[in-house]
């Protein structure tokens, strides 16, 4: 039985391993192995009420969020600062990722993350998020730090322009957790 309460103690664990995103990975992809559990343990957190910006756990050294993007949907490609890894619980998650180059950034690889699959993506990756899917994207999304909280950049679709990332909250003060 998926819960999320163990799930972040779980998380909170592999913190201390050695490998504490393969660790995650391997969580996720253990609880991801019944998605029906994880969807109705997240649907009925969020009808509790859930957290701001879909943060399960949000903590200096951990966010957990749940991401639901809507069909059609493209992110702005984007870093983390951070490792990530991403599980996917129901629809795919179309992720493009780029690398700096001498004028901005280029594209160097896709992959596709589908339901039941969870992905590590490394603290230096930039990439773009799609939902291709005529059905809503839900994933689990889990950081190596306080994501909400931290400075990081995107890059202008236009004009490729890199420029502060538009969405952050107050970083959590060091002296809470
Ligand atoms: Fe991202």
Redesign the pocket.
């Known amino acids: 039985m998926f819960s999320i309460e163990a799930f972040i103690d779980q998380c909170r664990g592999a913190l201390q391993s050695d490998d504490p995103s393969g660790t995650v990975a391997t969580l996720l992809r253990d609880a991801l192995q019944d998605r029906s559990e994880v969807a109705t343990a997240i649907h009925e957190w969020r009808a509790n009420g859930g957290g701001d910006f879909g943060a399960v756990h949000r903590a200096r050294d951990l966010t957990i969020l749940h991401a639901v993007v809507a069909p059609g949907f493209e992110?702005p490609r984007?870093?983390?600062t951070m490792w990530?890894v991403?599980g996917v619980f129901e629809g795919q998650e179309d992720n493009t990722f780029y690398q700096l180059a001498e004028h901005g950034i280029e594209e160097v690889g896709r992959t596709a993350i589908r339901a039941g699959d969870a992905q590590v993506?490394a603290p230096d990756?930039i990439?773009?998020?799609a939902n291709l899917m005529p059905r809503p994207l839900e994933a689990i999304?889990v950081y190596g730090g306080d994501l909400l909280g931290t400075e990081r950049a995107m890059w202008d679709d236009d004009t490729g322009a890199q420029r502060r990332f538009d969405f952050a909250a107050p970083p959590i003060p060091a002296t809470s957790n």
């Open positions: 992110s984007h870093n983390h990530a991403i993506l990756v990439h773009r998020i999304h």
